[in-house]
């Protein structure tokens, strides 16, 4: 296998757009910024774009570093550089940050321009139709009228499924992994507990939390504790702390004692450091909201009945929050309509989080796909 | 290699194959169980323009379904075809795939009732090789059966004798049956003679 490599040091640039955005809420936004990445270089014809869509708590930088010195990469740098699965030596891959975000896109914690002040909890609601039509004019803007592909795991991939309806002749393959065509009941229910762990600390002020000079980090932290749980499976956590001590010893008493504690106070501080918690509830409305199926009567074949791109849909076996049953209805919705579509049900261990895990053979599927797909010339 | 060139060597090779086109209409939307690598699907692809999906289980497989171009979904037989709706294919193909199932009625009534037709091949153990190795007081090993008996997928061996009389009682119409050995058709006391067997079937 020839030698692979990261995309290197990128730099995140910002696009402004003027022309208002009429969400599916009936809000207007009548300007934004999208932050964005891009990797690779696009071609004459202009065929070989691929967008990535990130999931609830990532972003524009999906691969490379800003310097050197980081720490970490992008959030999907595995996937991306030249001889990775999705190589950079033929694909223009753009990542956004998607609006409502706190990463340099328009979203709470930025400047509301009608007052000078954060739009805190003003900023609308955002859907996943809306950062579909959000990404389509990012694809104007850089003179893109067809994507090779939209890539999407989990929220990502109702975005990549949502291209695939609302723009179903700019986009030739969509790539849905570890997603569902809409949320259960359970799989909300986590969102809403996260929810009311922000909304009930002290610190929130009801979204306006930036003027008190608040941050309501304890309930962020929380929101996030509880989303690593579903993002592993039993057995992985099990393998991964089973019941070990931290020192070696029970001590009687609600400190950190068992290494898995460790490390959900760690990974929810970290969290708490970094990530805004008014976007953290719309990220976890537009999971709520999407139900394409909900104007088709709960039909998710007649939803999917005018799309023509070519599909690949990714489950893993051991994920069940976005468990392979529901994956398989897409992939049904899809036979029913006659599309291309090809499904693997992967085997593995992380639970949801694998999707972002570089399995040989996880990645060996998307390697295969994405040498498949045509660029330069027609398809 | 171009592609017409790989469909002859193959046509050539795999008369069976050939057969299944012949069976086939022009364009028709084809669901194969337990597809392999896909080359029945990518030589039906080429030569009849078969809408097709597979299905296959294991990842290598599934891998090389992808390579060569093929739709695979990947799954477990042995649940059913509970994902697919009733009477959505013009035809379910399960080739050299019967022997190894464990749900032998419920994948055939499965087949029947996603596919308008469904198109069943298997090697006939009671080929008179198969007889002879028996009698000689061993199991049988041959191009169709290629497996030792202690590491063989297949635990459904069947004579084309017990499989007809399985399409009768379950009332299973037999629209078609050719039987060939090694390439040639066998029409003279074939459970004898044939290799392998290869229905063509529909609901009565």
């Not at chain 1, 022309?19 to 690779?40: F, I, M, Q, R």
């Not at chain 2, 017990?162 to 058709?185: A, M, P, S, W």
């Amino acid at each position: 296998m020839s030698e692979t490599s990261s995309v290197g040091i990128v730099t995140a640039q910002t696009a402004h757009f003027s022309e208002p955005l009429k969400l599916k809420s009936g809000e207007v936004l009548p300007a934004y910024d999208l932050t964005y990445e891009t990797y690779g270089t696009l071609n004459a014809d202009k065929s070989n774009a691929v967008l990535i869509c990130h999931a609830l708590s990532g972003n524009h930088h999906v691969a490379g570093k800003y310097a050197e010195t980081d720490k970490y990469p992008g959030w999907w740098d595995n996937l991306i550089g030249p001889g990775r699965p999705l190589d950079t030596n033929r694909f223009f891959v753009i990542g956004l940050n998607n609006l409502g975000g706190c990463h340099g896109s328009s979203g709470p914690s930025s400047t509301n321009p009608a007052t000078g002040k954060p739009w805190g909890a003003d900023f609308p609601v955002v859907t996943v139709e809306d950062w579909v039509e959000s990404q389509a004019r990012l694809a104007d803007y850089l003179g893109i009228d067809q994507l090779a592909a939209v890539i999407g795991g989990s929220l990502g991939g109702m975005q990549a499924l949502q291209w695939t309806m609302s723009y179903p002749d700019r986009v030739r393959h969509a790539l849905v992994i570890a997603s569902a065509p809409n949320l259960t009941a359970q799989n909300m229910a986590f969102n809403e507990v996260a929810r009311q762990a922000i909304m009930t600390d002290p610190e929130f002020y009801d979204g306006h939390y930036y003027e008190h000079g608040a941050v309501p980090r304890r309930g962020l932290r929380i929101a996030r504790m509880l989303g690593h749980i579903t993002y592993l499976s039993d057995d992985a956590m099990g393998a991964k702390f089973g019941r070990k001590l931290r020192d070696g010893e029970i001590k009687y008493g609600f400190g950190v004692e068992f290494e898995m504690e460790s490390y959900l106070r760690y990974q929810g501080d970290k969290f708490a450091g970094e990530f805004d918690a008014n976007t953290y509830l719309r990220m976890t409305r537009a999971l709520d909201y999407f139900d394409p199926a909900l104007e088709y009567g709960g039909n998710l074949s007649a939803a999917l009945a005018n799309v023509k791109a070519r599909f690949l849909v990714v489950s893993f076996t051991s994920d069940w929050r976005f468990s392979p049953a529901r994956s398989r209805e897409i992939m049904k919705a899809l036979l029913d309509n006659e599309c291309s579509v090809s499904y693997a049900e992967v085997t593995a261990a992380h639970g949801h989080d694998a999707f972002l895990m570089p399995d040989p053979h996880y990645h060996n599927i998307l390697r295969n796909y994405l040498q498949n797909i045509r660029t330069g010339g027609t398809e | 290699m171009n592609a017409t060139h790989k469909f002859d060597k193959i046509a050539e090779f795999r008369q069976d194959f050939a057969i299944i086109a012949n069976w086939l209409k022009f364009g028709c939307k084809a669901l194969d169980l337990g597809c392999g690598d896909g080359e029945l699907l990518h030589f039906l692809q080429g030569s009849m323009e078969v809408r097709g999906y597979g299905v296959e289980k294991d990842d290598a497989n599934w891998l090389s379904c992808l390579q060569n171009g093929i739709n695979v979904i990947q799954m477990d037989l042995e649940a059913g075809l509970s994902g697919f709706e009733a009477q959505s294919f013009d035809v379910v193909i399960l080739s050299q795939t019967l022997q190894a199932m464990h749900n032998t009625e419920n994948i055939v009534q499965e087949m029947l009732r996603v596919g308008r037709e469904a198109i069943v091949t298997f090697p006939n153990f009671g080929y008179w090789r198969n007889r002879l190795q028996l009698m000689a007081g061993q199991m049988p090993v041959s191009r169709d059966i290629p497996y030792q008996w202690y590491d063989t997928p297949n635990v459904h061996l069947c004579t084309i004798k017990d499989f007809d009389q399985f399409c009768e009682n379950h009332n299973i119409h037999v629209k078609e049956r050719l039987v060939l050995t090694y390439g040639q058709r066998i029409q003279f006391m074939p459970n004898l003679r044939g290799s392998l067997a290869m229905y063509r079937l529909g609901r009565k």
